[in-house]
């Protein structure tokens, strides 16, 4: 049985000292839930505030990127080995990473690698633009993806790598696909991963929808059979807004 997983990306938003105070609401809320496991991802300014909020808590904390580098001269990156110990999850793959920091396949594919070098475990994020969509390319598109991406990755280092599905014309637009197409993308993407690694491997590999996930609809989605989670924008923000879509997962398909 695959453990439902939210995790909330907060882009960028939040002080280091909000995010104190935010958690300080967030974690006791989330307590009950322990069927589901609940990611928080603050800006990298806000991640030992983070840490120091949840310490005691079974809330995992993660990054929104990672260089593709060890150490060196690369102004403003952050990498793996600094994450290390301060962070479970960092997040690959986001839209907004591949459009305005021109991350390409191959780049998130080497920020694989690096993350699983150092222990922390990816959540690998792809998707469509509204054109591939409407010509009806979408699984062609992102299973393309999953192969750059996950290309020399082992099926050992496979369980520990989260595949979230986020189409960009969803994507802090309102729009939402509906759950049967999330559940064919998201199942076409478990295919794509069973040709590579197996039956075994594909089953227990964990993946999230996300795109204008809110608490109105998250049940639904829940209830598909290839989506075990979220990864959540806007309503990761809301103390109560999360908190329901927790709930939502916890009551569907959570331990």
Known sequence: MRVPIIAGNWKMNKTAAETAAFLGELAPKLAPFTGTER????PFIGLPAAAAALAGSDIKI????VSEHEKGAYTSQVSAAMLEGLVEYVIIGHSECREYLGETDAVINRKIKAALAHGLKPIFAM???LAVNEAGQTLAFVGGQVRAGLADITAEQMQNIVVAYEPIWAIGTGK??????ANEITGGIRGVIESLYGATTADGVRIQ???SVKPSNMAEYMSQE???GALVGGASLVVDDFVSLVQAAQET???
């Open 176 to 181: 939402s696909a509906n759950a049967q197409f």
């Open 253 to 255: 398909k959570g331990a």
């Open 39 to 42: 990611v928080v991802c603050p």
């Open 209 to 211: 929808y996300g795109g």
């Open 62 to 65: 993660g990054a929104q990127n």
């Open 226 to 228: 290839h989506i075990d």
């Open 127 to 129: 998707g469509e633009n």
